[in-house]
C-alpha cells in the first residue's frame, strides 16, 4: 500500500487541538501529517527562554503530545536552529508541504522567509496560515490608504463589523508516517523548577487552558466590567498565558465572548480587540518592538538604584510593590496593576520604558512581543495613546482600586497591621509608628516627580 503525501504541521505559538486551521490544513486530502516543533536555538540566543515560559512550555507540550497520541499520532521534538531542523525532517520524510502560523514580530517574519527559500530547494511547498494566533489576521482590517490602524477606537467600531471564521473541531485521528520514529525526536522536558520559576507559577497545556476558559465563562466574565479592574477581586480571566501559547484559540475565545450578554462580556471582548490591535500594529512596524512608535523626544534618566527598588518591590509606594511581587511570585500580573507600575517606572520615576519590558519579558509567563512592547510603550506615551502625558498618581489608584488594603496587605505582609488608609500611604505614620515597619521609604516625592516629568516633556 502506498503511503499518503506527507505533509508537516510546524506547531510554534499554537500548542492546542482545537481550531487549529494549520493542523487541519496539514491534513487536508488525507495526507499524513508529521506534529513538529523545535526549540528554537534564536530564541534563546535573543534571550526570550525564561524560566517561567520555558515551564509552563514543558506543560503545554507535553499535554499536545498525549492529545496527539488519543488521535494516532505524537509530537516530534528537535532543537536547534529552526530551519535547519525542519528541512531535515523534510528531508527524512519526503515530506511535500510545511504548514505554520503566520507570525507578525521582525523575527517570526525573517523565519517565514529563510524556511519559504531553504524549502523550495528541496521541492517542498510552506504555507502560512493567518488568523491563528489572532482572531483578527493583521492587515486584514486597514483604514484606506493606511498600512494599519494607529490609533485603537476606529480599529474596534470595524472589527465589530467583521466577521471571524468559524472555530474548528478536533481532527478525530491523525494519521502520522509509517516510518515516523526514523524522523529522530528529543525526549520531551519535563516541567522542572529551576532558579527564576516563580513559586505560583499556573500549569499549562491545553486541557488547563479549556478548563479555565469554562470556568471563566460559566460566571466570571459576567462581573468583569464592574470587578475586573480591583486588585483584591482578582477577577480577571488569566487566560493570557494559554493566548500566548496558543492553548486556547483566540478565535473561540472572540465567538463564545460574543455569544454571551451584558456588560462584562462586552468588556472583555474588548479587551480581546485590543490583543488584536497590538499585533496589527507590530506586523505593520516591527521596530516598535524596541524603539518608540511616536518619539517624544524623552531624555529618559537613568538610575540603576531605582529602576532596581522598582524591580524588586521596594519603592516605598505600597501599590506599587505589591504588583511587583505578584510578578515574581506567579510570574503574572492583573492588567490594572500592569498599568500601575509602568505608569510608575516611566512618568514618577521617569525611567526608560525598555527597561520595565525587559523586565517583564524576563517574568511575565504570557510574555508577549507585541502586547507587552505596546502596552508599555501606551503606558510611557510613545505608543498609540491619544493622551500621551497621563499620568497615574499610585496613591489615587490604590486607593481607587484596592479601597480596603486587601492586595496590598496579602503581598506585603509587612503592612498587614495598618489600617485601611495608612496602609497606602505608611510614611505619614507617627516617626515611632514607621520606625517598627519592615518598609523603605517612598523613593521619591510625587510632586517632584511630576513637576520633573513636565519639564522633561516640555510640558510647562
Known amino acids: 500500500m502506498q503511503q499518503p503525501d506527507i505533509s508537516v504541521c510546524l506547531f510554534t505559538s499554537d500548542l492546542r487541538l482545537h481550531d ?6 496539514a491534513l487536508r486530502g488525507g495526507r499524513a501529517v508529521v506534529p513538529l516543533f523545535v526549540l528554537d536555538d534564536a530564541v534563546r540566543a535573543a534571550g526570550f527562554a525564561a524560566p517561567n515560559r520555558l515551564a509552563f512550555l514543558a506543560d503545554c507540550l507535553a499535554d499536545l503530545d498525549a492529545g496527539l497520541r488519543r488521535r494516532g499520532a505524537r509530537l516530534v521534538l528537535r532543537s536547534g536552529p529552526v530551519v535547519d531542523e525542519v528541512c531535515a525532517v523534510v528531508s527524512r520524510t519526503g515530506a511535500r508541504a510545511v504548514h505554520i502560523a503566520a507570525g507578525v514580530g521582525a523575527y517570526a517574519r525573517r523565519r517565514e522567509e529563510r524556511l519559504r527559500s531553504a524549502l523550495a530547494a528541496q521541492g ?4 502560512v496560515h493567518s488568523a491563528v494566533i489572532t482572531a483578527a489576521a493583521p492587515g486584514e482590517q486597514v483604514p484606506q490608504g493606511r498600512d494599519h490602524y494607529a490609533v485603537f477606537g476606529p480599529y474596534f467600531r470595524r472589527r465589530q463589523d467583521t466577521a471571524f471564521r468559524r472555530p474548528l473541531g478536533v481532527p478525530r485521528s491523525i494519521p502520522v508516517p509509517r516510518d515516523i520514529d526514523a524522523v529522530g525526536s528529543l525526549e520531551l522536558p519535563e516541567r522542572k523548577e529551576p532558579a527564576g520559576v516563580s513559586p505560583g507559577l499556573p500549569a499549562g497545556g491545553e486541557r488547563a487552558g479549556r478548563r479555565a476558559l469554562a470556568s471563566w465563562l460559566r460566571g466570571p466574565v459576567f462581573e468583569y466590567a464592574a470587578q475586573g479592574a480591583e486588585l483584591a477581586a482578582d477577577a480577571t480571566s488569566r487566560l493570557s498565558p494559554h493566548l500566548h501559547f496558543g492553548t486556547l484559540s483566540a478565535t473561540e475565545l472572540a465567538h463564545r465572548t460574543g455569544e454571551l450578554t451584558g456588560e ?3 468588556a472583555f471582548g474588548r479587551q480581546l480587540a485590543w490583543r488584536d490591535f497590538h499585533h496589527q500594529v507590530l506586523a505593520a512596524r516591527p521596530h516598535a518592538s524596541w524603539t518608540d512608535y511616536r518619539t517624544r523626544n524623552d531624555r529618559w534618566r537613568h538610575d540603576e538604584e531605582e529602576a532596581q527598588a522598582w524591580r524588586d518591590g521596594r519603592t516605598g509606594f505600597p ?8 510578578l515574581r511570585y506567579e510570574g503574572w500580573m492583573p492588567g490594572r496593576a500592569r498599568m500601575l507600575v509602568a ?3 516611566t512618568k514618577t520615576l521617569y525611567l526608560d520604558w525598555r527597561t520595565g519590558a525587559r523586565h517583564f ?17 501606551w503606558m510611557a506615551g510613545t505608543g498609540t495613546d491619544t493622551r500621551p502625558n497621563r499620568v497615574l498618581n499610585p ?3 490604590a486607593r481607587r482600586h484596592d479601597p480596603h488594603g486587601v492586595y496590598v496587605r496579602h503581598w506585603l505582609p509587612e503592612l498587614a497591621d495598618l489600617d485601611d488608609r495608612a496602609v497606602h500611604e505608611p510614611w505619614k505614620l507617627p516617626a ?3 520606625s517598627r515597619l519592615d518598609y523603605p521609604a517612598p523613593i521619591v516625592e510625587l510632586p517632584d516627580a511630576l513637576a520633573r516629568f513636565r519639564r522633561a516633556r516640555d510640558l510647562d
Open 20 to 25: 487549529q486551521p494549520v493542523l487541519r490544513a
Open 124 to 127: 517542498c511547498e510552506l504555507t
Open 264 to 266: 462584562g462580556p462586552e
Open 319 to 326: 501599590v506599587i510593590d505589591a504588583a511587583m511581587r505578584q
Open 343 to 345: 505608569s510608575f517606572l
Open 361 to 377: 519579558l524576563d517574568l511575565l509567563v504570557d510574555g508577549d512581543i507585541a502586547n507587552n512592547q505596546l502596552n508599555w510603550q
Open 395 to 397: 496613591v489615587l489608584q
Open 432 to 434: 515611632r509608628e514607621r
